[in-house]
């Protein structure tokens, strides 16, 4: 085999590029780069209605993403949905106890994601503490029920 | 009439049954190969290199595609920022291990069924067989493994350049924005749920065309007809596996069961 040098530098380069694509597809596109998901420390909170919030979501401060939903499951004593939330370390011993918890919608019809608002408390929230204060998913059917409800109240009376 | 799908049915069943001891014999081949690297390099060359260039255009125009047409129907409802999430996505999990794996088997599987079965056709696996040297391990084993190697790596280029050609379309031309078509794309595909369950796919496409190629050369009637038609039966069956194999790896991975 003459060719046997370049053969192997070319086969090299074609190992480089498969490679280089995997880690750009992984860095790049995915969320891979941007935050670890096992770095970190748990939240809860109990919400009457999640809407569509899913784990994964985001959760967020003043539209800053500092961490995701982690998991959600149903108290059945209680009768609430349980959100469970990861924050990035980073963020550790600065969200005040007294933060509220509400369910947003970013923009009409894009995904839910959770909004943290900083009390003025001075103590901090700890790993595995539960968020107070929460604001329910505004869900579309009730609002448009309730203003059709006011709307009929408002004929009523002739 | 009966007799003739009897016929039919054990056959198809007896050519399932060869396969399988072909691929047991092909997988036992797996340490010569890693005894003699130099066997898998050439083969890598000649399975996965020489593809490098078709995978590199053909992702370029698919991605860039995919952006156009995207673009119409987003823009409807004024969604064009999740232009990158669209490319990214329908890339990643689906058109860059499928498209990918149906030009491999054009490509790539076709050369090997045509290489074996000349081999085969010339009598040199039988001259090999009369040195004591084993063909299945000293041709087949390398050439597969070459296969199963290469397919993922490809699939990766095609996904990657398809996203850069669908950003150049989008991007460049069409003026949408450039960290809304980054971010939103981070924020929407997982590394473990997308693009690991893409090399999954990919690995697995590589492994059942290489499998039908190699298997196909060495079980082809040794005349001209005879590997001619091994030739287009392996396209076509690898074709067929590709796409029904596509579904039910998309049912498991993305389904909800």
Redesign the interface.
């Known amino acids: 085999m003459q060719h046997s040098k370049m053969v192997t530098t070319l086969v090299g380069f074609f190992v480089f590029l498969g490679i280089g694509g995997l880690f750009f597809l992984a860095m790049q596109v995915s969320n891979l780069g941007s935050f670890d998901n096992t770095q970190g420390y748990l939240l809860q909170a109990r919400f009457e209605n999640i809407g569509g919030l899913k784990p994964r979501s985001p959760v967020t401060v003043s539209g800053v993403r500092i961490g995701r939903v982690s998991a959600i499951f149903y108290d059945t004593e209680a009768y609430q949905a349980v959100v469970e939330m990861r924050i990035s370390s980073n963020y550790e011993h600065t969200l005040p106890e007294d933060t509220s918890a509400s369910i947003y919608t970013s923009g009409l019809l894009g995904e839910q994601y959770i909004g943290l608002e900083p009390g003025g408390a001075d103590a901090f929230l700890k790993d595995g503490d539960e968020v107070e204060f929460t604001q329910s998913a505004l869900v579309l059917e009730e609002i448009i029920g309730k203003f059709l409800f006011s709307k009929a109240d408002e004929v009523k009376p002739e | 009439m009966f007799h003739r799908l009897g016929e039919a049915t054990l056959n198809s069943f007896e050519k399932l049954g060869r396969g399988s001891w072909f691929l047991w014999f092909t997988l036992r081949g797996v340490f010569e190969v890693a005894a003699r690297p ?1 066997l898998l ?2 083969q ?2 000649s399975v ?2 020489l593809t ?1 260039m078709l995978i590199t255009v053909s992702g370029l125009f698919v991605g860039m595609v995919l952006a156009l047409q995207g673009y119409t129907i987003l823009s409807d409802f004024g969604a064009e920022e999740t232009l990158g999430v669209m490319v ?1 996505a329908s890339l ?1 999990r689906e058109l860059g291990p499928v498209v990918s794996a149906l030009l491999f088997a054009g490509r790539a599987g076709s050369a090997l069924t045509a290489e074996i079965g000349l081999m085969k056709a010339t009598e040199q696996l039988s001259g090999m067989e009369m040195m004591a040297v084993d063909p299945v391990k000293r041709i087949v084993a390398p050439r597969f493994f070459a296969g199963v190697v ?1 397919m ?3 699939a ?2 095609f ?3 398809g ?1 850069l050609g669908g950003h150049l379309v989008g991007v460049g031309m069409l003026g949408v924005d450039d960290g809304a078509f ?1 971010s939103q ?3 929407t ?3 473990r749920d ?2 690991f369950n ?2 999954v796919k990919s690995l697995v496409f590589g492994f059942v065309i290489t499998w039908i190629a190699v298997f196909e050369g060495y079980d082809s009637l040794p005349t001209s007809e005879g590997v001619s038609r091994a030739t287009t039966r392996t396209v076509v069956h690898s074709a067929f596996a590709v796409l029904v194999l596509d579904f039910l790896l998309t049912a498991l991975m993305f389904g909800d069961f």
């Open positions: 130099g390099g050439a890598i060359y996965g290199v490098v990214a990643v290469s993922p790596l490809l990766a280029i996904s990657t350049v996203i980054w794309m981070q924020a595909l997982d590394y997308d693009i893409g090399v």
